[in-house]
């Protein structure tokens, strides 16, 4: 024993390092090929047969319950894998998410959120996979991820003002942002808490364009805030809410449909989107089933569905949905600098005014 | 005489002050000591963590969340508002019909018993959700009515308001005052009464003077029972409270938890203040209890004479039938009316009437389906292991002599202490942080509400055990009986009518619970309450009535159930 630990040591190398030498330099010729088997699995698309046995793909989202349902069943329909639904807003999906990570695996799969800056953030700390869908060419730059493929928009969330006629005559509806702080509206305004998303993207794209007094102005007009649009709309129907301040698009289109006598408002000065985004998680147990389905999604058939189901914009130019008005004649405020979209400190800043502006 | 001496010189060697913790309370005492002191232990570093607000357990301690908090004082101050005043007119609601159904001679008594009784288990997201549509200002249909018979525009109600949130807190909360009270009532002595009327009392005046007195006990502890329920309420104020912007602390923390980044900090120590405000109450009323509870109730077992109110009982019965009316007529009425629309608007064109959304909510969507399955599993689950858990504490600290029963009973009722939407959150923070995986699983929801659910389990068992006379086992083990064949052949049969109810009460509470399922119900744990929560926020009326409907239903269906297997004697 004693003579062959000496011999190694005359040779300069002991076995175990020359072991450890061996697997280095195996890893390091390996790496190259680990990392693009890795990136090529990732970028492979998904198979139906192993999606099948993976099981139903979990989807995170925080649209209308049925409405997603109702797509679940047709992309079930149309591809035969099997998924699921949870309606999570961040609060309850991030932290979820967080420990889920820790523990290196996601209950979810795919998540669709509200919040494209979650998203980036996402992509950021390395947790979302990425996959770049056959059609990501009909995806303009502004609604994707810059490095195409992590997060895509599903729909564009138009925020115009809305009314119904039977309670605000025509004549003295709000035309633009600043109506809103006329004083005979004053607790007759709704819009969404600080937990959604869409209001943060309010916030965040009016900014700039609207007076700085504009938030204290409005807060003065003692605004409800409620937990969904679909709350708003309800109350507009109802009565009992004179204008809705910003109501989700599919919302319109919804009580349209319904025979409701609606009204929305686009005011010229902009109207605020947002990204609704659709992304993989980097740890989930069903990448094929999530591929394929968000394949779907994205696809032009897809997109024709999911919009039509809901009433809502495709961000691709070659879908069209009945009763909303051309996207083209609308000037969209869309947040695009993410890096602002993402910082933490304009997110407080957002909380404090809308929380204040909402009587929280 | 030797074997007593004996016994005296070992409990001399022993000493006085010597711990003999047995396993009987030790076991129990370690299971709910981690179920409830880690999730409170998360709660506590989070509310006074001032660095990483996601962290857990948190790192930098400090106090800014509290000053951040003292800026939010009217959330606390709308909190004690609603609580106080729903608890103090849904005792005004429980003690009077509890005294008209125990303490007089109006007719149908029985049937109001029942009736009075339904409310609670419904539940105030139920009521919440057929009051928005009941008493809303401009549509409610009350107001509705009120303007097609008046020619008035102006409403006569306004459920948006603090006045409606009482009103639908206290009217969804005295079916507790009414159960409690009334089983003070009917085992009160009448000896008092009837000197109060030789001495020439009318009977209001009796009735003011003597017997309200004597409930006193009685009445605090459902004034603390509803308090408690309604500082941590959370369905109707966030429901109804919206459009008059009045927030309570529930739904602000729901608003703070929701957002992104969720400020867990902030609504840690909003959670914090919630349980230290209802254990000061819990601690008031022990304190109040402690020095009245032996002047009124004795061991005798009375039947007090009932009243004959002459034309009054018509009054009375005018009043019993408006509660039933107000908290389970009119509500259900309105569900199943916003159940038949198409829209969110209620209308009266038959034509028009659709089983649409019970096809929906039943058949076409999932998440309500396996809600439903969900629902039942919890509330048979929870109505099990509640009702085992509870009695063996029960007997444990009635009947055992070890050491540590006191603390054993304190720490079984100090979930009431916690309002249970912050202990979800704590419980939620507990299991994700725990290395076995259990978020997302049934088993994690079941937990949190045999938790939540304790103290009621407890009190409804240990009232059964206290009564059950020791002599009984006693003879039983004297004739040779193993203890066994004690618990099988004596204890059981006498408990079974106390398990049964208590069982029944576990599972109403379970299939109509939101609150502690908010957080903790997963992709495949979906149950009734959040379903119908998240159906309301993002769904329409008419399906979400459908789907209240459905869930009454199922309410309706255990108690009857449980009322006919069980049979005579058992009160459910």
Known sequence: MKDRKDQGRASGLTRRQVVRLGSAATMLLAAPSLVGRAHAEASAPGNVDAAKAEGPVVVWHGDQEADVVEFLKAFTEKTGVPAVQQRLLPGQALPKLEAEFRAGQTSGDVYLTSDSGIMEDLRRKNRLLQYIPTQIDAYAPEYRSADPGYWTTYYVNVGPMMYDPRYVKEEEAPKTWLDLLDHKWKGQIGFQNSAAGTSYGFWFVMKDVLPKDFWDKLGANNPRAYSSSTQISQDIERGGLKIGGRVSIFQYVKSVRQKQPVKAVFPSIGVPSVNQATGIFSTTKRPNGSKIFNEYLLSKEGQFKWNEIQGSYSARKDVQIEHLPDINTLKLLLPVNFEEYMKADNRREFVGIWNKMTGL | ????????????????????????????????????????????????????????????????????????????????????????????????????????????????????????????LVGALA?????????????????????????????????GIIFTEAVFEAPVAVLIIGAAMQRMDPALEECSTIFGSGKLRTAWKITLPLMMPAILSAALFMFTSMIGSFAIPTMLGASSRFYVSTNAMYILLQGYPPNYPLAAALGLVLIAMTAVAVWLVQRVLRGR????????????????????????????????????????????????????????????????NYKYVMFDFPTTQQAIVNSLILGIGTGTLGVVFATFIAIATHRSTSSGRGLLEQVTMLPQAFPRLIFAIGFLWMILTLPIQLYGTLLAVLLAYVVVFLPLAYRGMSGVVVQIDKALEEAARVSGASPMRVLRTVILPLLRPGLVATWALLFMVSVREISASLFLSGPNTQVLGPAIFSFWDSGGMPRVSALAVVQALIILIALTVVRFMAGRGVRV
Do not use: C
């Open chain 2, 293 to 356: 509870s032996y002047a009124v109730i004795s061991g005798k077992n009375y039947r007090p004479r009932q009243v004959n109110m002459g034309w009054m009982t018509w009054v009375l019965f005018a009043g019993a039938l408006t509660y039933v009316m107000l908290s389970l007529v009119l509500p259900m009425g309105t569900l199943l009316l916003a159940s038949f629309q198409s829209s969110n608007a209620i209308n009266f064109d038959f034509a028009s009437w659709t089983l649409r």
């Open chain 2, 131 to 163: 009051w928005s549509q009941l008493g809303a200002p401009r549509d409610g249909l009350i107001n509705r009515f009120f303007t097609a018979v008046t020619g008035i525009q102006s409403p006569l109600i306004d459920i948006y308001t603090p006045l």
């Open chain 2, 1 to 124: 005489m030797s074997s007593i001496a004996q016994e005296g010189s070992v409990r001399n060697l022993r000493g006085p002050n010597r711990l003999d913790i047995r396993a009987e309370v030790w076991i129990p005492l370690v299971l709910m000591i981690g179920a409830l002191g880690y999730p409170l232990f998360l709660l506590l570093t989070s509310a006074f963590n001032v660095g990483d607000p996601e962290q857990f357990p948190a790192r930098v301690y400090g106090f800014d969340n509290f000053v951040k908090l003292s800026r939010h004082l009217d959330w606390i101050g709308n909190t004690l508002i609603v609580a106080s005043g729903g608890t103090v007119l849904g005792i005004t609601i429980g003690v009077s019909l509890a005294w008209i159904i125990h303490r007089t001679t109006m007719p149908g008594r029985k049937w109001f018993d029942l009736l009075i009784a339904i409310p609670y288990p419904l539940g105030p």
